[in-house]
Nanobody
Framework: QVQLVESGGGLVQAGGSLRLSCAAS????????MAWFRQAPGKEREFVAA????????YYADSVKGRFTISRDNAKNTVFLQMNNLKPEDTAVYYC?????????????????????WGQGTQVTISS
């Protein structure tokens, strides 16, 4: 079992930055692939970024490539999402997710149903 708690959301102006954190419980954090998803009002939850167990491989949605960076600190059981050059369309609730044993391919790591554990979400609002 893994419990995930996100933090770092808030209200910023377009062009600004935020850093989201996701703290995980348990001793086996380093065996989990981690990801960030987001859900805007009236829209489906969508993939943002993923990182493998070691931090050596990542995937990003095209909409955030070059602006967002996912990273992890296995010693601190934490995954981060650094978000730069934020746009109003980035406004959403951001969720952290975890899974073990995932096949590390884009088609799987970007799929919501591949993840077994979810945080409660943190709101990110970007004003224009």
């Amino acid at each position: 079992q893994v419990q995930l708690v996100e933090s770092g959301g808030g209200l910023v102006q377009a062009g600004g930055s935020l850093r989201l954190s996701c703290a995980a419980s348990g001793r086996t954090f380093s065996t989990y692939a981690m990801a960030w998803f987001r859900q805007a009002p009236g829209k489906e939850r969508e993939f943002v970024a993923a990182i493998n167990w070691s931090g050596g491989a990542t995937y990003y949605a095209d909409s955030v490539k070059g602006r967002f960076t996912i990273s992890r600190d296995n010693a601190k059981n934490t995954v981060f999402l650094q978000m730069n050059n934020l746009k109003p369309e980035d406004t959403a609730v951001y969720y952290c997710a975890a899974t073990q044993g995932i096949r590390w391919r884009m088609v799987t790591v970007t799929t919501l149903t591949e993840y077994d554990y979810w945080g409660q979400g943190t709101q990110v609002t970007i004003s224009s």
